[in-house]
């Protein structure tokens, strides 16, 4: 069974500061993404990871995909306020083809 | 309208009700999902129709009925449900269902806060 953990599940950082976030899975996958959810709102797609070795970037987001780790981080760049949100990292191949999502990681940037 | 949308936005209901959230996209998507985020669990996958057959069903209980009539709507039936089945229903849909590659990146609606009573 496919399980996706994501760390840490609550981060409250400062502006202009640097962080990552982690995410693991347990069996092999041949694709991972990453979501952004603002409160209230729905999930937007950021990035999405096909190959060993990917990296995307986006603005102060960088996301990076070792499937022989089984590992994908997300790293924030010089934090701004609007970057504050629920990410949610989500790994293909769950029963029948499915993504198995993360429970998130809510990001809280701070003045 | 674009995107993936969802009425209604707000539901509240007694257990006795029978309801209906109604989701449509306008991607030209082949597949549809329906989820379910409670505030203690991960996002649960729900049901998936791909070309308007369901192909999966993770153990869904019965008072949740789902209905596909075409490839751009997707109805979740509700029916006697319980306060805990109170959470914010999700649906998405994506260019196919179950292939490896960007091809099924999936593209969620706004959800439906759903408030059983």
């Known amino acids: 069974e496919l399980k996706v953990e994501q760390n840490p599940l609550f981060l409250s950082m400062q502006e202009g500061k640097n962080y990552t976030i982690y995410c693991n899975y347990s069996?092999?996958?041949?694709?991972l993404y990453w979501y952004r959810q603002d409160p209230g709102k729905s999930l937007e797609s950021l990035f999405v990871?096909?190959?060993?070795?990917a990296v995307k970037q986006e603005g102060r987001l960088m996301a990076s995909l070792d499937t022989k780790a089984r590992l994908s981080t997300l790293h924030i760049t010089a934090a701004v306020h609007d970057l504050s949100a629920t990410y949610f990292c989500?790994?293909?191949?769950?029963?029948?083809?499915?993504?198995?999502f993360g429970k998130g990681t809510k990001l809280s940037v701070k003045p | 309208e674009t995107g993936v949308t969802q009425t209604p936005r707000h539901l509240v209901m007694g257990m006795t009700n029978k309801k209906s959230l109604k989701c449509e996209q306008h991607?030209?998507?082949?597949?549809m999902y329906w989820y379910k985020q409670s505030a203690k669990k991960p996002l649960e996958l729900m049901f998936v129709?791909?070309?308007?057959?369901?192909?999966e069903n993770n153990s869904v209980p019965s008072r949740f009925s789902p209905e596909c009539p075409n490839s751009s709507h997707l109805f979740l039936h509700l029916h006697t449900l319980q306060p805990e089945d109170s959470a914010l229903y999700l649906c998405a849909s994506s260019q196919e269902w179950g292939l490896a590659g960007g091809q099924d990146t999936q593209y969620f609606g706004p959800g439906t806060r759903l408030t059983v009573l």
């Open positions: 991607l030209g998507h082949n597949a």
């Open positions: 129709y791909s070309l308007e057959e369901r192909v």
């Open positions: 990871l096909l190959s060993n070795g």
């Open positions: 069996t092999t996958s041949d694709r």
């Open positions: 989500a790994v293909g191949g769950g029963s029948q083809g499915n993504l198995i």
